[in-house]
């Protein structure tokens, strides 16, 4: 079973800054697409960021030019840095991956445990 493991949430004042990490918890044969997404309360699950095994990125419109995903396919790390912090922001953040674990007979869609990030105004 894939772990993906978060870390960097917390509380922000507005114009603020955080660094969210996310890690496999054990050794897998390729991470395909990472993704970042969040959940404010009442609201649908909505794709903040993703990016490719290759690099390519996407993002919602509404953190374009804030946010910047990233990813260490050494350590099967991804990361979104999010500058310009707005309440609008507050949300509870969740890593997405796309992972062949064992080969490319075993693929699954794994998710991580979610992180708190609020922003105050």
């Known amino acids: 079973q894939v772990q993906l493991v978060e870390s960097g949430g917390g509380l922000v004042q507005a114009g603020g800054s955080l660094r969210l990490s996310c890690a496999a918890s054990r050794s897998i044969f390729r991470i395909n697409a990472m993704g970042w997404y969040r959940q404010a309360p009442g609201k649908q699950r909505e794709l903040v960021a993703a990016?490719?095994?290759?690099?390519?990125?996407n993002y919602a419109d509404s953190v374009k030019g804030r946010f910047t995903i990233s990813r260490d396919n050494a350590k099967n790390t991804v990361y979104l840095q999010m500058n310009s912090l707005k309440p609008e922001d507050t949300a509870v953040y969740y890593c997405?991956?796309?992972?062949?674990?064992?080969?490319?007979?075993?693929?699954?869609?794994?998710w991580g445990q979610g992180t708190q990030v609020t922003v105050s105004s």
């Open positions: 997405n991956a796309d992972v062949y674990a064992r080969g490319v007979w075993d693929r699954g869609d794994y």
């Open positions: 990016i490719t095994s290759g690099g390519s990125t």
